[in-house]
Structures are given as C-alpha cells and as structure tokens.
C-alpha cells in the first residue's frame, strides 16, 4: 500500500502471518529387510532396517515387534518396544538405513512363532507380513538321544 503525501512516497509493508500444523501421520510401510532366526531353545533374534524415508511421514521414534505363537496367535501375544535414542531421532531426515535387532527371551521350546514388525512416528505404521520361526529343541534332549543309541 503507498500514498504520496508532500510528493513523498510512503511506503507500508503489511505482514501477514499464518500458523499451520500438520496431522500426525503414521508411516505408511513396515521396516524392510526383517529377519527371524532362533537363537536358543528359548529365543529368537529378529533384525530388520528402517523405513524407507519417503515412507516415514515425520520422525521415526521406535518400531514394535509383535510375536505369538503360530497355533494360538490370539492368547499369547507380546508386544516388545524398541526405542530409537534422541540422536538417532535428530537424524531423522538422514538417507541412510540403520540396522536394528532385538534379542526375544522366554519362548517356548521347538515351538513355532509368528513375527510382524511396525515402525511408529506418533502412531502407529503398518505391520510387516509375518516371518515364521521356530525355537529349538533343547539341546540337552539332543545330545542325551544321541549318546543313548551308543
């Protein structure tokens, strides 16, 4: 906006200022690369790799491991949170794929498991599709069969 006053030209800056925010968005894919491998008779170990960036939609705070046993999915559920430490968030933006893994203890032995990974933001992302893994036999029982057929 200008007026001329005196044949001076006045100048008035208007500013305007806008405040938005967006929806908290959960990310839209599941971790990649996500692996299950029995560790012991009583544990697995599940690695995975984050989301893809373009499929993070804010900052990556942790992933959630769902396990359960394949049979009884529904009664033996666990849920196992793995946090992301503050300067893991600060890179949220980084291009590159950390590896994360996550040692599970006091499973059942020689029984079979399903396993889905999620990475959440503020919500919750979409489960991977399930890995099927399952616990060894114990290992005593192994070695005492084979000492008996002698």
Do not use: W
Not at 69 to 80: M, R, S
Not at 101 to 126: A, H, N, P, R, W
Request: hydrophobic share 40%.
């Amino acid at each position: 906006m200008a007026t001329i006053k005196d044949k001076k030209l006045y100048l008035f800056a208007l500013t305007i200022v806008l405040f938005a925010s967006t929806q908290p968005i959960a990310p839209s894919r599941s971790p990649v690369n996500i692996t299950a491998v029995f560790s012991s008779s009583t544990s697995v170990k599940v690695s995975f790799a984050d989301i893809p960036i373009d499929f993070r939609n804010g900052i990556l705070r942790g992933f959630r491991i769902k396990i359960c046993k394949l049979l009884d999915c529904e009664a033996t559920v666990q849920i196992i949170t793995v946090t992301l430490d503050s300067y893991r968030k600060r890179r949220a933006t980084d291009l590159s794929y950390d590896l994360h893994s996550q040692e599970i203890y006091g499973l059942e032995k020689f029984t079979l498991y399903k396993v889905q990974v999620l990475g959440y933001t503020v919500k919750d992302g979409k489960l991977s599709t399930p890995i099927i893994v399952r616990t060894a036999e114990d290992c005593k029982k192994i070695f005492m069969s084979l000492t008996k057929s002698k």
